[in-house]
Nanobody, 122 residues
Framework: QVQLVESGGGLVQAGDSLRLSCAAS????????TAWFRQAPGKERDFVAR????????YYADSVKGRFTISRDNAKNTVYLQMNSLKPEDTAVYYC???????????????WGRGTQVTVSS
């Protein structure tokens, strides 16, 4: 079992940047896929980005490609989401998730954090 804790959310203006962190405890990420999802009020939880821990391979949703970057720090057992050029439509609760399958599907991830709120004002 992996415990995940997100941090770094906040209120920013359009065009600003934020970096989210997802710290893991209980087990290392070494054989996991780690992903970020987001959920806006009244909407489904959407895939944002994922990284395969061992290789560093990454994949992004089209809506964030070129603006967001997912990365990991092996020593800190932490995954990051660098978000640049933020838009009001990026406003959501952002969740970190870990699982053994390298997919975009939320139901494939068995370990979830509680989320961190990102609000982008226009």
């Amino acid at each position: 079992q992996v415990q995940l804790v997100e941090s770094g959310g906040g209120l920013v203006q359009a065009g600003d940047s934020l970096r989210l962190s997802c710290a893991a405890s209980g087990r290392t990420f070494s054989s996991y896929s780690t992903a970020w999802f987001r959920q806006a009020p009244g909407k489904e939880r959407d895939f944002v980005a994922r990284i395969w821990w061992s290789s560093g391979s990454t994949y992004y949703a089209d809506s964030v490609k070129g603006r967001f970057t997912i990365s990991r720090d092996n020593a800190k057992n932490t995954v990051y989401l660098q978000m640049n050029s933020l838009k009001p439509e990026d406003t959501a609760v952002y969740y970190c998730a870990a699982g053994i399958f390298y997919t975009n599907n939320a139901y494939d991830y068995k370990n979830w954090g509680r989320g961190t709120q990102v609000t982008v004002s226009s």
